[in-house]
């Protein structure tokens, strides 16, 4: 029994060491942080050196998130891309040197076809389970017993992302026997144009023609740059062949095969084939694809993010244990909603991020729209595809309560902090200095990112005020209305409205009992 659990942990410390970083010419580099939406999920890095905790005298007390589905197995295309990798590696006589010595014995990490193509890996699982204990732990929103419903799409990998995202957001203690105790629920909201479910749903572009017609640009610009340096690397890589000629389709795919390796087995042999500034280009690659695909450079996405950020904006200006003027359900102070990668970019477009620079006007123009002919190091670059759509990427919106003009955390370090006998925080009514003000922080993969010129609050965040004055004013009039955008007007039940948090629609799937 004993020898049994101490196994069970081991296992566990294994699985959530960090991975190491071991690539070929920069043993600091982790190319893993660098495969954009093969990406696995990851921390993403503070990019305005704004400190990632919650500040000092704040508590966020209602959140948003809009996320991606963990981790998963390739799509049938991708797979057969795989498969024919393996047969040309298979299909030959030849020696492999160096970092290629391994592909001789390679094969593609699925074993079970039909039940695994398309649908997440455990590695995906475990990355929606840890997100629920992290966010459980970190806002400590539902109390041992409450129950807990988040939103997902209807595709199968974005429920079970939900599904395993409760199971780790409500997996203290043990109610098994009261079954009206810590029970999840997924609310499922239909994902494809058929539904139409226009902007009230959390894959809004799916329904939106002319965001289709602009989206192209994303995966015309980024096979453009890709046949700018896979040539090279073949060149390069054929040096350790013999018998045996790698071309730009196969560098494709083997890049893929480092951050999916990992994803599926835990293996890291293709993220060792690559130099770091190959793999700066692959993500590059990426960056283009989701910046002019599905983000700021797509004059459709904002149009398409921003009823979501609406209908969040609405509910802080309502407060947590509210709903809006004519809801008719109280969502959770904790807002979860489970989709695919392309619907976080059009957030990123409709809060207005990502998208300039407070630099001079010269570097503004090089750094956006992002140039499609070469990469741009510039660290004033924020727009990172793996920062935002690798596997349960995300960006999320909290709501934060601060005592402000209160003593700073410092002084209260130096000077110690007044408590009163049963008053909770040391803080008696009416002897704080302190005023209770509410603010705003945007998060994308957990960095904070500054809104901007609203950044005047703890944190960098945006006073609440200003955060719905810059939603409701500028930010609506740049995204611009869905309906009339994406060209449905007079198109029957098209609406522009994301109503599903506040009421529930007849179109929407309920699972009940997880956890
Ligand atoms: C396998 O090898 C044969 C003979 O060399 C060749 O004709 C065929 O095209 C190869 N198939 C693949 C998938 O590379
Ligand atoms: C939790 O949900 C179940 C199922 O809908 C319900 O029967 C129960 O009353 C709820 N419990 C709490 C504590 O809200
Ligand atoms: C690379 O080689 C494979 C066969 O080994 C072939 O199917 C593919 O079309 C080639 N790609 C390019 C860009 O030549
Ligand atoms: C992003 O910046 C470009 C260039 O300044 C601008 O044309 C575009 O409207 C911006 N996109 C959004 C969503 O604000
Ligand atoms: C619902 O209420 C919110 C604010 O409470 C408002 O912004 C929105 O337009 C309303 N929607 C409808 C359909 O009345």
């Given at each position: 029994m004993?020898?049994?659990?101490?196994?069970t942990?081991?296992?566990?410390?294994?699985f959530?060491?960090?991975?190491v970083?071991?690539a070929?010419d920069?043993?600091?580099?982790n190319?893993?942080?660098?495969?954009g939406p093969?990406s696995?999920?990851?921390?993403?890095?503070?990019q305005?050196?704004i400190?990632?905790?919650?500040?000092?005298?704040?508590?966020?007390?209602?959140?948003?998130?809009i996320l991606r589905?963990?981790?998963?197995?390739?799509?049938?295309?991708?797979f057969t891309?795989?498969k024919?990798?393996?047969?040309?590696?298979?299909?030959?006589?030849?020696t492999?040197r160096g970092?290629l010595?391994?592909?001789?014995s390679?094969?593609?990490?699925v074993?079970d076809?039909?039940?695994?193509?398309?649908?997440l890996s455990s590695t995906?699982?475990?990355?929606a389970?840890?997100?629920?204990?992290?966010l459980?732990?970190?806002?400590g929103m539902?109390?041992g017993?409450g129950?807990?419903t988040?939103?997902?799409a209807?595709?199968?990998r974005?429920?079970d992302t939900?599904t395993?995202?409760?199971?780790?957001y409500l997996?203290?203690?043990n109610?098994?026997?009261?079954?009206?105790?810590n029970?999840?629920?997924?609310?499922?909201?239909?994902e494809s144009?058929?539904?139409?479910?226009?902007?009230d749903?959390l894959?809004?572009?799916?329904?939106?023609?002319?965001?289709?017609?602009?989206?192209?640009?994303?995966s015309k610009?980024s096979?453009?740059?890709r046949?700018?340096?896979r040539s090279?690397?073949?060149?390069?890589?054929n040096?350790?062949?013999?018998g045996?000629?790698?071309?730009a389709?196969d560098i494709?795919?083997?890049q893929d095969?480092c951050g999916f390796?990992?994803?599926?087995?835990?293996e890291?042999r293709f993220?060792?084939v690559?130099l770091?500034s190959?793999w700066?280009d692959?993500?590059y690659?990426h960056?283009l694809n989701?910046?002019y695909?599905s983000?700021p450079g797509?004059p459709i996405a904002a149009?398409t993010?921003?009823?979501?950020?609406k209908?969040v904006s609405?509910l802080?200006?309502?407060?947590?244990?509210n709903?809006?003027d004519n809801?008719?359900?109280?969502?959770?102070?904790?807002?979860?909603?489970?989709?695919?990668d392309n619907?976080i970019?059009?957030?990123?477009a409709?809060?207005g991020?990502?998208?300039?620079?407070?630099?001079?006007?010269?570097e503004k123009e090089?750094i956006?729209p992002?140039?499609?002919d070469?990469r741009?190091?510039d660290?004033?670059?924020?727009f990172h595809?793996?920062?935002?759509v690798?596997?349960?990427?995300?960006?999320?919106?909290?709501?934060?309560?601060c005592?402000?003009?209160g003593?700073?955390e410092s002084?209260?370090r130096?000077k110690?902090?007044f408590?009163?006998?049963n008053?909770?925080?040391?803080?008696v009514?009416?002897?704080?200095?302190g005023?209770?003000?509410?603010?705003v922080?945007v998060?994308?993969n957990?960095?904070?990112i500054?809104?901007?010129g609203?950044?005047?609050g703890?944190g960098s965040s945006?006073?609440?005020?200003?955060?719905?004055?810059?939603v409701n004013?500028?930010r609506k009039?740049?995204?611009?209305?869905?309906?009339?955008m994406?060209g449905?007007d007079?198109?029957?039940?098209?609406t522009s409205?994301v109503?599903?948090?506040?009421?529930?629609?007849?179109?929407?799937?309920?699972l009940?009992?997880?956890?």
């Amino acid at each position: 029994m004993v020898f049994r659990a101490s196994f069970t942990l081991g296992l566990l410390l294994i699985f959530l060491s960090p991975p190491v970083a071991r690539a070929v010419d920069n043993a600091e580099f982790n190319p893993l942080h660098h495969v954009g939406p093969s990406s696995p999920y990851f921390d993403a890095p503070s990019q305005s050196a704004i400190p990632v905790a919650t500040p000092h005298g704040c508590v966020v007390d209602q959140v948003a998130y809009i996320l991606r589905h963990g981790s998963r197995y390739p799509e049938p295309g991708s797979f057969t891309g795989w498969k024919n990798l393996f047969s040309k590696f298979q299909n030959a006589t030849y020696t492999a040197r160096g970092p290629l010595s391994f592909i001789p014995s390679w094969i593609p990490p699925v074993d079970d076809e039909s039940h695994q193509i398309t649908f997440l890996s455990s590695t995906g699982a475990s990355e929606a389970f840890s997100l629920g204990v992290k966010l459980r732990n970190r806002y400590g929103m539902t109390k041992g017993g409450g129950n807990m419903t988040v939103w997902a799409a209807s595709q199968q990998r974005v429920v079970d992302t939900a599904t395993f995202f409760l199971r780790g957001y409500l997996s203290q203690g043990n109610y098994q026997p009261d079954p009206s105790l810590n029970r999840g629920t997924v609310i499922t909201l239909a994902e494809s144009a058929t539904g139409a479910p226009f902007a009230d749903s959390l894959t809004p572009s799916s329904s939106c023609p002319t965001y289709g017609t602009f989206s192209g640009a994303g995966s015309k610009n980024s096979d453009a740059f890709r046949a700018t340096y896979r040539s090279a690397i073949a060149k390069r890589l054929n040096t350790f062949l013999n018998g045996l000629e790698l071309n730009a389709t196969d560098i494709g795919v083997m890049q893929d095969l480092c951050g999916f390796g990992f994803e599926i087995i835990g293996e890291r042999r293709f993220c060792d084939v690559f130099l770091e500034s190959e793999w700066l280009d692959y993500e590059y690659a990426h960056d283009l694809n989701y910046y002019y695909g599905s983000g700021p450079g797509n004059p459709i996405a904002a149009a398409t993010g921003y009823p979501w950020v609406k209908a969040v904006s609405d509910l802080f200006a309502a407060g947590p244990g509210n709903t809006v003027d004519n809801g008719t359900l109280v969502p959770p102070a904790l807002i979860m909603g489970f989709t695919h990668d392309n619907n976080i970019p059009p957030i990123i477009a409709a809060l207005g991020l990502w998208n300039s620079t407070t630099a001079s006007q010269h570097e503004k123009e090089t750094i956006y729209p992002l140039p499609v002919d070469r990469r741009v190091d510039d660290p004033r670059r924020m727009f990172h595809s793996s920062y935002l759509v690798s596997f349960l990427g995300n960006v999320a919106l909290e709501r934060m309560s601060c005592k402000v003009g209160g003593p700073s955390e410092s002084e209260e370090r130096e000077k110690g902090v007044f408590h009163q006998a049963n008053v909770l925080g040391g803080n008696v009514e009416g002897t704080s200095k302190g005023e209770t003000e509410v603010f705003v922080r945007v998060r994308a993969n957990d960095a904070p990112i500054a809104v901007p010129g609203c950044a005047s609050g703890p944190g960098s965040s945006c006073p609440l005020k200003n955060f719905l004055e810059y939603v409701n004013g500028p930010r609506k009039t740049a995204s611009g209305d869905f309906v009339e955008m994406c060209g449905l007007d007079g198109v029957e039940g098209a609406t522009s409205e994301v109503k599903f948090l506040t009421t529930l629609g007849d179109g929407d799937g309920v699972l009940l009992g997880v956890a």
